[in-house]
């Protein structure tokens, strides 16, 4: 009789350990319809094509079981129903990646572009289109470049606050900046560097990386480095 009872505790621990960790992987949102009491359709699969089995009303919370580029299976919270829903009627709220992002405090700058100004990129937890997306980043936004692999950059999005990948179709590498009084440009991170040029105050220049102190950029066809103290972003 023991041994059963400790068979029983080790199986329910077990079954604890594998539910924790799904909760930490767990992708949570909301339905989000043009009107404010639309309302969208549950499929059996994700396709049009697919029967109707239940519908989910604008603001509906929902767990993300599965995403794809045009469906996401979803359950609905407040009914337990889970079906597939049209991926552009879902607003992915909070995702638990493992582990927690790394927050950079300097690296290799860029932005988001994209052929139209309103656009929004995927960022996915891997290098890949086969990766879940867990956020969106908007044409212009600033990214710091923390890996490569592939086509793909891992980024950290101050905007939103995550660590991601996102293809390099999306990405322009550097920021646009100016300065915010006369600088030296110098030929390395400190004032022990030989001197290239004096950047005027007001003059444009690009961001190329950043440092705790010093950051690297690109002005009048020239590349060095200026004190953090002299510039800030457009």
């Given at each position: 009789m023991k041994r059963k009872i400790s068979l029983l505790i080790a199986l329910c621990l077990i079954l604890s350990a594998f539910a924790s960790f799904a909760l930490a992987d767990t992708v949570t949102g909301y339905i989000k319809t043009p009107a404010s009491d639309g309302s969208v359709n549950i499929r059996s699969q994700g396709s049009a094509k697919y029967p109707i089995i239940g519908w989910a009303k604008n603001g509906a919370q929902v767990e993300i079981l599965y995403q794809g580029n045009y469906w996401h299976k979803v359950r609905v919270l407040s009914s337990g129903k889970v079906g597939w829903v049209y991926a552009q009627y879902v607003q992915i709220t909070s995702y638990s990646p493992d582990p927690a992002p790394y927050v950079p405090t300097d690296g290799t700058m860029a932005t988001v572009t994209t052929k139209y100004a309103g656009s929004v990129v995927n960022l996915r937890t891997g290098p890949g289109t086969e990766y879940a997306v867990v956020s969106g980043a908007r044409s212009g936004a600033s990214l710091t470049v923390l890996a490569s692999q592939g086509?793909?950059?891992?980024?950290?999005?101050?905007?939103?606050?995550?660590?991601?990948?996102?293809?390099?179709?999306?990405?322009?590498?550097?920021?646009?900046?100016?300065?915010?009084?006369?600088?030296?440009?110098?030929?390395?991170?400190?004032?022990?560097?030989?001197?290239?040029?004096?950047?005027?105050?007001?003059?444009?220049?690009?961001?190329?990386?950043?440092?705790?102190?010093?950051?690297?950029?690109?002005?009048?066809?020239?590349?060095?480095?200026?004190?953090?103290?002299?510039?800030?972003?457009?």
């Open positions: 086509n793909w950059y891992q980024v950290y999005v101050p905007s939103r606050g995550v660590t991601a990948w996102i293809s390099r179709n999306y990405v322009s590498l550097g920021l646009n900046a100016y300065a915010t009084g006369d600088v030296n440009l110098r030929t390395g991170p400190g004032t022990e560097y030989a001197r290239i040029s004096v950047i005027k105050k007001g003059v444009p220049l690009n961001v190329l990386s950043q440092g705790s102190n010093w950051s690297q950029v690109y002005c009048n066809g020239q590349t060095g480095y200026i004190s953090n103290k002299y510039w800030a972003y457009r």
